[in-house]
């Protein structure tokens, strides 16, 4: 018979993903990609629809595909837009022996800036703000530990927009 899987995560467990998704979030924030590809697992699940609509779900997307669409200069990648992703309130449910489920609140502001010639670029100061937009939402980060090493990646991840203050979309294509 086999051993059940328990449903509870420990402590280690629960540090090693709540840091996860706190450099995730620094990561979208400080366009770091390369600290987002070093946290995230080589496939993974993809569920943006709620966030850019009904063709933006990736069952099995590779890491480096997610990579390049989220620093895309019509994305994240726009050295114009500036973004700060809060986490809150964490849940977590073990899945299976090597899988974990984190539930959060997401607070995501994005701003779109001028190209002014104003200000300082580095702090984003004294730029004029073309455009404003947060998202409100419940975002699930799936987890999976890898094996050989046994460390904790992030494997997925799935928004669920409550609402948005602003057009998120007309940031975007500006």
């Known amino acids: 018979m086999a051993e059940p899987v ?4 420990s402590f280690q467990e629960y540090l090693a993903c709540t840091q996860i998704s706190q450099e995730w979030a620094s990561s979208y924030d400080t366009k770091n990609w390369d600290k987002l590809a070093s946290i995230v697992a080589p496939e993974m699940h993809i569920d943006y629809r ?5 063709e933006h779900l990736f069952p099995s997307m590779p890491a480096t595909d997610y990579i390049s669409m989220m620093k895309d200069p019509k994305k994240l990648g726009n050295p114009l837009v500036t973004t700060q992703h809060f986490l809150g309130t964490p849940s977590f449910a073990r899945t299976s022996g090597a899988e974990i489920t984190g539930t959060y609140q997401l607070r995501a502001h994005h701003l779109r800036f001028d190209v002014d010639g104003q200000g300082d670029d580095a702090k984003r100061r004294g730029r004029k703000v073309l455009a404003s937009a947060t998202g409100h ?4 980060h799936f987890y999976r530990k890898t094996e050989g090493e046994g460390e904790w990646k992030l494997a997925g991840l ?6 948005d203050e602003g057009d998120l979309k007309t940031l975007f294509e500006m």
């Open 137 to 140: 939402a419940i975002i699930k």
């Open 158 to 163: 799935q928004p669920r927009v409550l609402y």
């Open 50 to 54: 709620s966030v850019m609509g009904p």
């Open 6 to 9: 328990p449903t509870e995560i």
